[in-house]
């Protein structure tokens, strides 16, 4: 096997496991769990699942000279990921998938407007696409859904695209060990307090199910991390939207959705934006080098 085509199923594989997680914060939040719960839980597993790999790198993955950034920088994930998950709860996967990828759109603009990089006529088409799909995706008139929930992934996708450019800022001074010890330690530290004055006891089967999700992030990670390993970028990260697919499937498997024609649509347009975007900031960085 070729390592691209490797690097493709990696992915692929890596999109439908995070869909599955999605899925599964779904079930246990319709189940009447907060989402600063699910996030509590599904970071304490995730913890520990990494234990054996921060042991591996020693104290000397702790040191940074920007603490405060990187608390500031994981206050914002943490509303971020709260937001996204009472999101869940709301509206289909597939929708929720599908305005996730709005990220890479607004955080292409963030660099453009706020850290002064290279503003071209082909990045403002590939921004101003995704925007058209958005549009497409919550336009009542067209079946498209704008309620709460679709509020809520926005505004979570946003916080994660400032996120996003506060780590592209970041990964020049900290190692990217450094950034991921520091941003599950502190969502796990930060959502605990809050979550007891929500918090419900889970079952066997939903304590399960939190073991579950936390386990999956490091998977995913892991599985990602391979992924690009393999292959060129613009051939691999594309394959990482079959995330719309595989959230439709288990939205109607698991929870009877069925994805409109505004959520395929807008979806499909958001995600050509954003491949389009991919390949041109590509080319950016391959000719700056």
């Given at each position: 096997?070729?390592?691209?085509?490797?690097?493709?199923?990696?992915?692929?594989a890596?999109?439908?496991?995070i869909?599955?997680?999605?899925?599964?914060?779904?079930?246990?939040?319709t189940?009447?769990?907060?989402?600063?719960?699910?996030?509590?839980?599904?970071?304490?597993?995730?913890?520990?699942?990494?234990?054996?790999?921060?042991?591996?790198?020693?104290?000397?993955s702790?040191?940074?000279?920007?603490?405060?950034?990187?608390?500031?920088?994981?206050?914002?994930?943490?509303?971020?990921?709260?937001?996204?998950?009472w999101?869940?709860?709301?509206?289909?996967?597939?929708?929720?998938?599908?305005?996730?990828?709005?990220?890479?759109?607004?955080?292409?603009?963030?660099?453009?407007?706020?850290?002064?990089?290279?503003?071209?006529?082909?990045?403002?088409?590939?921004?101003?696409?995704?925007?058209?799909?958005?549009?497409?995706?919550l336009?009542?008139?067209?079946?498209?859904?704008?309620?709460?929930?679709t509020?809520?992934v926005?505004?979570?996708?946003?916080?994660?695209?400032?996120?996003r450019?506060?780590?592209?800022?970041?990964?020049?001074?900290?190692?990217?060990?450094?950034?991921?010890?520091?941003?599950?330690?502190?969502?796990?530290?930060?959502t605990?307090?809050?979550?007891?004055?929500?918090?419900?006891?889970?079952?066997?089967?939903?304590?399960v199910?939190?073991?579950?999700?936390?386990?999956?992030?490091s998977?995913c990670?892991?599985?990602?991390?391979?992924?690009l390993?393999?292959?060129?970028?613009?051939?691999?990260?594309?394959?990482?939207y079959?995330?719309l697919?595989?959230?439709?499937?288990?939205?109607?498997?698991?929870?009877?959705?069925v994805?409109?024609?505004?959520?395929?649509?807008?979806?499909?347009?958001?995600?050509?934006?954003?491949?389009?975007?991919?390949r041109?900031?590509?080319?950016?960085?391959?000719?700056i080098?």
């Open positions: 096997m070729k390592p691209v085509t490797r690097g493709i199923l990696y992915m692929i890596a999109s439908a496991l869909s599955a997680n999605d899925a599964a914060i779904k079930v246990l939040i189940q009447g769990f907060h989402s600063l719960e699910v996030v509590f839980f599904r970071n304490f597993f995730g913890v520990l699942a990494f234990l054996p790999f921060y042991w591996r790198l020693g104290m000397a702790l040191r940074t000279e920007r603490f405060g950034f990187h608390l500031f920088k994981n206050l914002l994930q943490t509303t971020s990921i709260v937001a996204y998950f999101a869940l709860g709301l509206i289909s996967l597939a929708d929720a998938a599908a305005l996730g990828f709005m990220q890479p759109i607004f955080s292409s603009a963030g660099a453009i407007l706020f850290m002064g990089e290279r503003s071209r006529l082909i990045r403002w088409v590939c921004i101003a696409t995704g925007m058209g799909g958005m549009v497409i995706l336009s009542p008139g067209l079946s498209g859904t704008l309620n709460m929930g509020l809520l926005i505004g979570a996708t946003i916080v994660g695209a400032c996120v450019l506060m780590t592209k800022n970041l990964i020049r001074t900290d190692s990217a060990s450094t950034i991921v010890i520091y941003l599950s330690v502190t969502v796990t530290v930060l605990f307090i809050p979550s007891l004055f929500v918090w419900v006891w889970p079952n066997f089967w939903q304590w199910l939190f073991i579950a999700i936390g386990a999956s992030g998977a990670h892991w599985l990602m991390t391979e992924a390993k393999h292959g060129d970028v613009t051939a691999i990260e594309p394959m990482n079959t995330r697919v595989w959230a439709a499937f288990f939205g109607m498997l698991i929870f009877g959705n994805p409109g024609l505004a959520t395929w649509v807008g979806g499909a347009i958001i995600i050509t934006g954003a491949i389009l975007l991919l041109v900031e590509t080319r950016e960085r391959q000719r080098s």
